[in-house]
């Protein structure tokens, strides 16, 4: 099993990038996917949830509107695209799949996101 993140980076205040984070192992079109991040000194905090088919999406408020989770089951493959970045957006993402029944769980490695001038 393995959960693959990319596509972070150093990117300015108000820019935007996009996460990609690739499946091999398990099925990964009956997993809901979810994305979190963990900035220095914090706790991992929830960013963004889809479920398995894609139909249905959950947000951070601290992210919403500016944040898009979209998952391609034939790629095995799910996306965070992110706009109008903040400094405090600043952390390492971790992308994570798991049952509806919470039984088995799975994590990424990590891609650092920095925003900063």
């Known amino acids: 099993v393995q959960l693959v993140e990319s596509g972070g980076g150093l990117v300015q205040p108000g820019g935007s990038l996009r996460l990609s984070c690739v499946a091999s192992?398990?099925?990964?079109?009956?997993?809901?996917m979810s994305w979190y991040r963990q900035s220095p000194g914090k706790g991992r905090e929830l960013v963004a949830t889809?479920?398995?088919?894609?139909?249905?999406?959950n947000y951070a408020n601290s992210v919403k509107g500016r944040f898009t989770i979209s998952r391609d089951n034939g790629k095995n493959t799910v996306f965070l695209q992110m706009n109008s970045l903040k400094p405090e957006d600043t952390a390492v993402y971790f992308c994570?799949?798991?049952?509806?029944?919470?039984?088995?769980?799975?994590w990424g490695q990590g891609t650092q996101v920095t925003v900063s001038s």
């Open positions: 994570k799949a798991f049952t509806t029944r919470g039984n088995l769980v799975y």
């Open positions: 192992g398990f099925t990964f079109s009956i997993y809901v």
């Open positions: 889809i479920n398995s088919a894609g139909g249905s999406t």
